[in-house]
């Protein structure tokens, strides 16, 4: 009710600012260069959705406010701006874009350049197009909208992380991901802790505590000469998010509402015919009948989840002063009972302009707070999907689900009512009711700029922001928890962390024209300084001192309260320029120089260097072309990138472990010959425009090499005395790959525009060196119960390895002749012979999207189709339900009275095998550490990712005092047109690069569908 209220009150407040503005009915004719007239022109009332378009006439009447400004655009041809001044008839002429490429994007350190002008490949999503799709994080909006990049969604609900990578996986110990700049400052995007094989949560990214209404537009900067000004940060890519800002003119207040639903896309598929024998809990009767547990009631676990984003901004200014401001809310509950998220948005930003406009003086803060309420789990432990899944079949569920808890006369408590004491099994009411989580997060952004004109050609830019994050969390494990995790008096975990970035820059451009040369550059330096704290405890099955009192205090005295910090500093000067010869040719040169605090204590010191090289030709500049070739551009570049080594690599510190002062004396000797990982990439690239912009093509092909890796290994025999183990610099990745962007506008006139993309992706990684000394070592990356996936010399990221059927000579599925079982390979995985257990790769082979937007009068439609293909994904789920006898498959094998197999006992050939023998836990291809063989499928999958019906409503007609108001259906995740595996292979237990494509009692894929409101003033 109070947020309501505030609401309410934020609206009348909104309200204020728009007294009724005179409108003014504007109208014209849109004629070309040539003097014919050009209908479908889109006639926009800038910074608001009031527009129209020209008819077969060219001719147009639109009501605005008397002091806004009109955009006319259409493809083909520049687009026009004309100030309205009091004018009633307007008429213009287009002049003709050939090209199609004279726009200007933002580019590293928020520099703008003509795109043409690129040296490297860069994809740009506006934030139109992203609130296609509106949600918490902004970045799964993005998933099939550029080429080369790779999303993948937590599953942990509204809030959750997400895991990006630009051209694969570059790097054995750090992290792969881009770095997110906003408005051309780097940011904090702290990634939590992830699920795995035996639990836990999600903890979060920075990317979803930002507000999307906020942004202007995404640029992906996909490679090193792209990205290289950013320094050791920006190595993996870089992610530009540039802001909305205030417009002169009006006073603009839109608000905005949008409401979705989300229900399961894909349940699990289990059986109910067969129950347990002799109260034992997995379900394999043979015998059908007698069970109380039903589908339905596996599925009224479920809730419809709810998100509802409300927002407002208020935009205006004048030639001297402009501003932006901007609320959000989001109320978020998801599909598991008791998970909730909320989050609100404030922002303010302003520009000054000075001196007679020589001096701008900028400033940008950005404020959030989310509060996350039992964030989804995933792997066995704490996860009540595991008890509602696998619950014994002939058992009473409701008596289960209303009294999830009993008292005990023995303890004077409450305790868990579970059906069976099992490690994996809990009561899932009590789990979501007695085990309560929540997450605290609250952030800061402020940063502030000032840009001086010193001359027509000179100017100097210092800007400087500060980002601070605080975290608080707790988890509660009332006493009666599951005693594997927890003790019997209950668990309390406990941790506040801060994260903090101050960063400083300035900057020298020049830009100027001798006769046919253009020089543009900067020189510039940089001072960045990151911060983090933590402190934090877990008691774990240590008794509290006390049953359910959650405090530190309460802490048994073994247990002890942790606190952790660090510190980097990174200092750098750069430089770039570009020289254009007579709009046919230019080339970049750029370089940077950095100084970083982990680096301090080694021989070779504290600094490292890097350069990049790019060269254009615009050939249809240069040559006359066939006619329907509008432009032609190639491209090329060569960059390199050093990394900046973590904290604490170079010499760790003893530590105190134990409540009485015990040390950990760190066994890893000194690092002093560390050098910093080394990216070198090349990238060459073709842009073509045919009929006047209508179609395009981007193709660019690229060749990265990670060097200097750093590893871990153990001291030869006879230097191991205080140190056991030493980090050595080794190892060699590649990545190549080709990205093809394909748009065109296949339709265009007064009645309907037609616009579509293509966006393909395929990336080949390969460990070509990992340790020359060991040439059998490998490298875990999520490992454990069958799941083996790890990086060895030869191989690549992704490669997945378990048991396999045992087979003969012909292929045959070999039977144990004492237990009549399946057998198993005797390894997971065979250093000598790495064909034995090798199951595929977890990488697609390549992506594919179709994004379309069709624009019908006052209708538009918006459709995003995604596609993975090739690649492996596994499910730890299926093989559970299969080893406890409460999947389909087993109930259909009993069904049927047999598995059919091909296989053979001893010489004898078998076909026909009994359900337990084949799936059951302890011999069968089910269970913890089963033949993982039949559980790992094709990730292939086709889905309708996105969808949106928008119209915008004709407000002079209906006498409404507005400038705009649009109604729009939405939904995400819609359809899955086609997939082999029996669950969504794209939703991710984990988003860091461990356990990649597993699937281990994840929360279920959901679909989102509702609407969204939005009106100006």
Same mark, same amino acid.
């Given at each position: 009710?109070?947020? *309501? ?53 060219? *001719? ?11 955009? +006319? ?13 009091? /004018? ?108 795995? %094989? ?45 802001? *909305? ?15 979705? %639903? ?99 003086? !900028? ?47 023995? /303890? ?64 509660? #494990? ?40 253009? $020089? ?79 680096? $301090? ?87 073509? *425009? ?12 690229? #060749? ?55 966006? +393909? #992706? ?42 396999? +059927? ?7 599925? %070999? ?70 006898? $409460? ?40 269970? /913890? ?6 559980? $790992? ?59 990649? !494509? ?8 959901? /679909? ?10």
């Amino acid at each position: 009710m109070r947020k *309501k209220s505030l609401y309410l009150i934020l609206v009348l407040l909104f309200a204020s600012f728009t007294t009724v503005f005179a409108q003014t009915k504007v109208s014209g004719t849109v004629t070309d260069d040539s003097g014919s007239t050009v209908p479908g022109v889109s006639i926009l009332e800038k910074g608001t959705t009031n527009g129209t378009t020209s008819d077969i006439d060219g *001719k147009y009447t639109l009501t605005v406010g008397s002091g806004n400004v009109l955009q +006319f655009s259409f493809v083909g041809m520049l687009t026009l701006e004309e100030a309205i001044n009091g /004018r009633s008839t307007i008429d213009v002429v287009m002049e003709s874009d050939a090209i199609g490429l004279d726009e200007v994007v933002v580019t590293a350190l928020g520099i703008q350049r003509e795109k043409k002008t690129l040296t490297y490949a860069s994809q740009e999503v506006s934030g139109e197009e992203l609130m296609k799709a509106k949600g918490a994080n902004f970045m799964d909006a993005m998933n099939g909208k550029a080429a080369g990049l790779e999303i993948k969604k937590s599953a942990s609900g509204a809030g959750g992380s997400t895991r990006v990578i630009l051209r694969g996986f570059k790097s054995l110990g750090g992290s792969s991901e881009p770095l997110y700049v906003i408005d051309g400052i780097p940011m904090l995007n702290i990634k939590r802790g992830q699920p795995g %094989m035996w639990g836990g949560a999600d903890g979060g990214d920075g990317l979803s505590q930002l507000n999307p209404d906020d942004i202007e537009s995404v640029n992906i900067l996909k490679g090193l000469n792209a990205s290289i000004l950013y320094g050791s940060e920006g190595a993996n890519g870089v992610v530009l998010v540039t802001t *909305k800002k205030g417009l002169a003119g009006k006073t603009t207040v839109t608000l905005s509402s949008t409401t979705t %639903m989300e229900s399961v896309l894909i349940y699990p598929e289990l059986q109910f015919d067969y129950g347990a024998l002799n109260g034992a809990k997995e379900s394999w009767s043979t015998t059908k009948g007698g069970t109380k547990y039903t589908e339905q009631m596996m599925k009224d676990f479920f809730n419809t989840g709810t998100n509802l984003i409300n927002g407002a901004t208020i935009s205006g200014g004048n030639n001297v002063t402009t501003a932006y401001f901007s609320y959000a809310n989001t109320t978020a509950k998801g599909i598991i009972p008791n998970n909730k998220y909320g989050k609100n948005n404030v922002s303010f930003k302003q520009s000054t302009k000075l001196l007679d406009e020589k001096l701008t003086l !900028s400033s940008n803060v950005m404020l959030s707070s989310e509060l996350i309420e039992n964030r989804n789990v995933a792997g066995y432990y704490e996860n009540p999907l595991t008890g509602l899944y696998n619950f014994p079949r002939e058992r009473d569920w409701a008596d289960y689900r209303d009294n999830y808890k009993m008292f005990s006369e023995a /303890r004077n408590m409450y305790l868990q009512n579970v059906y069976v004491v099992d490690h994996h099994l809990s009561n899932p009411y009590w789990i979501i009711n007695m085990e309560p989580r929540e997450e605290e997060i609250k952030r800061i952004i402020a940063s502030a700029s000032a840009d001086y004109s010193l001359t027509d050609n000179l100017s100097f830019l210092v800007r400087g922001t500060y980002d601070y994050i605080d975290r608080k969390a707790t988890e509660k #494990h009332a006493a009666g928890s599951n005693a594997t995790n927890t003790s019997a008096n209950g668990k309390y975990i406990f941790g506040n962390n801060t994260n903090s970035k101050a960063y400083v820059d300035a900057l020298l451009k020049y830009d100027n024209t001798f006769g046919k040369l253009n $020089v543009a550059g900067f020189v510039g330096t940089s001072y960045t300084k990151e911060e983090a704290t933590g402190i934090g405890g877990n008691n774990g099955t240590n008794d509290l001192l006390y049953p359910n009192v959650f405090s530190t205090q309460n802490y048994p005295t073994n247990v002890v309260i942790g606190q952790s910090g660090s510190e980097t500093i990174l200092q750098a000067v750069y430089g770039s320029v570009n020289m254009g010869y007579n709009d046919m040719f230019y080339v970049d040169f750029s370089a940077r120089n950095d100084w970083s605090s982990t680096l $301090v204590g080694t021989e070779d010191g504290p600094s490292y260097f890097y350069p990049s090289v790019g060269a254009v030709a615009l050939l249809s500049n240069i040559f006359s072309l066939a006619e329907p070739i509008s432009f032609l551009k190639i491209r090329g570049s060569v960059a390199k990138a050093a990394k900046e080594v973590p904290w604490n690599a170079i010499r760790s510190d003893n530590s105190i472990s134990g409540s009485l002062g015990g040390i950990n004396r760190n066994t890893r000797q000194p690092w002093t010959d560390l050098k910093p990982e080394l990216i070198t990439s090349n990238e060459l690239g073709v842009e073509i *425009k045919l009929f006047k912009g209508r179609l395009g093509l981007d193709y660019t092909y690229y #060749h990265n090499v990670s060097t200097n890796q750093f590893l871990n290994v153990a001291l030869p025999p006879e230097e191991v005395g205080q140190y056991q183990t030493k980090n050595i610099n080794v190892g060699e990745i590649v990545n190549k790959g080709h990205e093809i962007t394909l748009d065109g506008t296949p339709v265009q006139n007064n009645i309907i525009t037609w616009k579509t993309a293509f966006n +393909f #992706h395929t990336n080949a990684n390969e460990i070509v060196e990992l340790d020359p000394d060991n040439p059998n070592r490998t490298i875990g990356m999520g490992s454990s119960e069958g799941y083996a996936t790890f990086l060895r010399k030869g191989g690549s990221y992704g490669d997945l390895y378990g048991y396999m +059927f045992r087979r003969d000579d012909q292929g045959r599925i %070999m039977i144990d002749e004492k237990t009549g079982r399946p057998m198993r390979t005797p390894k997971q995985f065979d250093p000598e012979d790495w064909s034995v257990g090798y199951l595929g790769n977890l990488e697609p082979d390549f992506t594919l999207s179709w994004n379309n937007n069709i624009q019908i009068d006052r209708i538009s439609i918006g459709a995003l189709i995604t596609g993975k293909f090739g690649g492996k994904s596994v499910s730890q789920t299926e093989s559970m339900l299969d080893g406890w006898g $409460v999947s389909k498959r087993s109930g259909d094998a009993r069904d049927a009275g047999y598995v059919e197999i091909n296989g053979v006992k001893g010489t004898t050939p078998v076909t026909q095998i009994s359900a337990f023998d084949y799936y059951a836990e302890g011999g069968g291809t089910g269970g /913890r550490n089963g033949i993982l063989e039949p559980y $790992v499928y094709d990730r292939t999958n086709i889905r309708l990712s996105q969808l949106s019906i928008a119209y915008d409503f004709d407000v002079q007609k209906l006498n409404l005092p507005l400038s705009g108001a649009s109604f729009s259906l939405v939904g995400q995740n819609l359809i899955l047109f086609y997939k082999k595996a029996p669950y969504d292979p794209e939703l991710a237990m984990s988003t860091n690069n461990n356990a990649q !494509s597993l699937d281990n009692f994840n929360v279920p894929a959901t /679909r989102t569908y509702g609407f969204n409101i939005k009106v100006t003033f």
